[in-house]
C-alpha cells in the first residue's frame, strides 16, 4: 500500500466531490456509507472515502472503509495513537434496533477506545459486530449489490 499523504488526502476528496455515491432512499432521508473509489484494503466500492472531522484542538483527516474497517489516519486525535499505519476499526451494533433497519444499525469505533457506545435510537449498549468482509450474510453485502448495479447500469457505452 502507498504512503498517505495530505496530496493523497486530497485527490481522494477532489474525486469523491466530482464522483457522488449512489444515495439510497431510506423511507424518510438518504443514505451512503462511502463514494466510487475502491477501497486500499479490500476493494469494494460504496463503502470507502476519505473523511474530515473538524475540531477544535486540530481536524481530524482520514480515511475508511465501513466494509471491511480499514482505516488510516493522516492527521489528528486518532493520528496521534495509530500513527500513518493502516488499523482497523471496530463496529458495532444494537441488536434491539438493527433487525429493524434497512441495513441494520451500526457504529464505528478506533480499537483503542474501549468504552461502550449507546444506541441513539433505544440508547441500549451497542455490541461488538462482524465486518461485511467477514460475514457473508452481512446485510451490508445488499447494498454493495445495489452499488454494483447502479454503477454498471449507468456505465458508459462503447
Not at 455515491?21 to 462511502?34: C, K
Not at 477544535?56 to 495513537?81: M, W
Not at 461485511?132 to 445495489?146: C, L, M, T
Request: net charge neutral; aromatic share 16%.
Amino acid at each position: 500500500m502507498s504512503e498517505y499523504t495530505e496530496q493523497t488526502w486530497q485527490q481522494e476528496t477532489d474525486f469523491d466531490k466530482a464522483n457522488p455515491a449512489p444515495a439510497f432512499w431510506t423511507g424518510n432521508s438518504y443514505f451512503a456509507f462511502g463514494g466510487l473509489l475502491p477501497c486500499p484494503n479490500c476493494k469494494t466500492i460504496g463503502f470507502y472515502s476519505p473523511r474530515f472531522e473538524p475540531r477544535a484542538d486540530v481536524n481530524r483527516k482520514y480515511r475508511v472503509c465501513k466494509f471491511c474497517g480499514f482505516a488510516q489516519e493522516l492527521t489528528g486525535y486518532a493520528y496521534e495513537t495509530s500513527g500513518e499505519k493502516p488499523y482497523r476499526w471496530v463496529m458495532v451494533t444494537c441488536p434491539s434496533c438493527s433487525p429493524q433497519g434497512l441495513f441494520g444499525v451500526y457504529d464505528w469505533k478506533v480499537p483503542w477506545d474501549t468504552s461502550s457506545k449507546k444506541c441513539g435510537s433505544c440508547q441500549k449498549d451497542m455490541q461488538e459486530a462482524k465486518w461485511p468482509s467477514d460475514d457473508p450474510d452481512h446485510p451490508f453485502h445488499k447494498w454493495k449489490a445495489q452499488v454494483l448495479e447502479i454503477l454498471e447500469k449507468n456505465r458508459p457505452t462503447a
